[in-house]
């Protein structure tokens, strides 16, 4: 991964950066996984995307240096952290997280990531 262009993605917020790099760092340790750094988010993909990380839109009441976490798995999770969940595709749900902090990213998320990279495996 380009860390230039993670940093121009972030506009070199340190906050934001910091809370992207723990993502990373969590979804590394799942497993072997692809970075793609767009305008618009930064993706991590096996054989297919499975998670995204991208900056909450301005007009949006999301809290200032905050990143959103998106997410695809094969059900409905309910959970207060969970900010919307939709059905794209029948069987394919994903599911949106605000992190503002590196405590957002606790054992729940760890283990909703760890299932959408082993959804991403499984898919065909």
């Known amino acids: 991964m380009n860390k230039d262009k ?3 993605f972030f506009n070199n917020q340190a906050k934001q950066i910091s809370l992207f790099l723990k993502v990373e760092q969590m979804i590394r340790s799942i497993g072997e996984v692809t970075v793609e ?3 618009s988010q930064i993706s991590f993909g096996t054989k297919v995307k ?6 909450p839109r ?3 009441s ?5 990143i959103v976490l998106t997410f695809g798995v094969a059900r409905h999770i309910e959970n207060k952290q969970i900010v919307q969940a939709v059905e794209p595709y029948p069987g ?6 605000i992190i503002q902090d590196k405590t957002d990213l606790n054992n729940n998320v760890y283990k909703w990531l760890h299932e959408a990279y082993a959804f991403s495996l499984n898919r065909k």
Do not use: G, Q, Y
């Open 6 to 8: 993670v940093e121009n």
């Open 92 to 97: 394919r749900w994903t599911h949106h997280i």
């Open 50 to 55: 499975f998670a995204w990380v991208w900056l």
């Open 58 to 60: 301005i007009w949006d």
């Open 62 to 66: 999301r809290p200032k240096n905050s």
């Open 37 to 39: 750094v767009k305008k």
